[in-house]
């Protein structure tokens, strides 16, 4: 079956440090891969994809995922972390058809 | 980035009542959109994919006689839930497939059934 796995509930990371949020993903073909961020009570927010090229895909405000095919891994990593990034993320994978399946999400919660 | 506009934001309905949720994609036409099921600290959980002019399809166990879709014309398509139960309760998104077949997301309605 295809699915995509966010290890982690939650990370904590303390401001001006790195931060990693895991994803690993099991699907058939190449993937389309991506990465979300939801704040309360909003829709989801675009951070970047991965769909051909590049291994390391850049993304809005500073984050960045590395594609890794043998892993199955598209880890998201910013190199200082801000409060602000304080969110609910999501990796998620486009399919045939172009369905997006999600992960079950991880809490971010960046301390001053 | 292109815009996709949901409304309402957020509902509170009578429990038997039926919801409407509208979909608009404002500056793009969307052959296919998706409507997806949030439960409060969970994933979305994709509940149906709305073609236009044609039946959507919807996920194994989703009820389509209770959630009912339609995609009338390229820039809408709207989620009915119909004799609406407190069980009901979610936040329901959805998602437009753009022309490089990335999906914009809309911000979301909070169903509120009391």
């Known amino acids: 079956a295809q699915s995509v796995a966010q290890p982690e509930d939650q990370v904590n990371v303390a401001e001006g440090n790195p931060l990693t949020v895991k994803c690993t993903y099991s699907v058939s073909g190449n993937p389309y891969l991506f990465w979300y961020v939801q704040y309360p009570n909003r829709g989801l927010q675009f951070l970047l994809k991965y769909i051909t090229g590049d291994n390391l895909v850049k993304g809005s405000y500073g984050f960045e995922a590395e594609f890794n095919k043998s892993q199955t891994s598209f880890h998201l990593k910013k190199p200082s972390a801000l409060v602000s990034d304080s969110a609910l993320y999501f990796c998620a994978v486009s399919l045939e058809g172009f369905k997006t399946i999600f992960g079950a999400g991880t809490r971010l919660f960046v301390k001053a | 980035g292109a815009v996709v506009s949901q409304h309402p934001s957020w509902v509170i309905c009578k429990s038997g009542t039926s919801v409407k949720i509208e979909c608009r994609s404002l500056d793009f036409q969307a052959t296919t959109m998706f409507w997806y099921r949030q439960f409060p600290k969970q994933s979305l959980m994709l509940m149906a994919t709305?073609?236009?002019?044609?039946?959507?399809?919807?996920e194994q166990g989703v009820e389509k006689d209770k959630f009912l879709i339609n995609h009338a014309s390229l820039t809408l398509s709207t989620l009915t839930v119909t004799s609406a139960h407190p069980e009901d309760s979610s936040f329901y998104i959805c998602?437009?497939?753009?022309?490089?077949?990335?999906?914009?997301f809309g911000q979301g309605t909070r169903l509120t059934v009391v």
């Open positions: 709305s073609n236009e002019g044609s039946k959507a399809t919807y």
């Open positions: 998602s437009a497939l753009g022309v490089n077949t990335e999906a914009f």
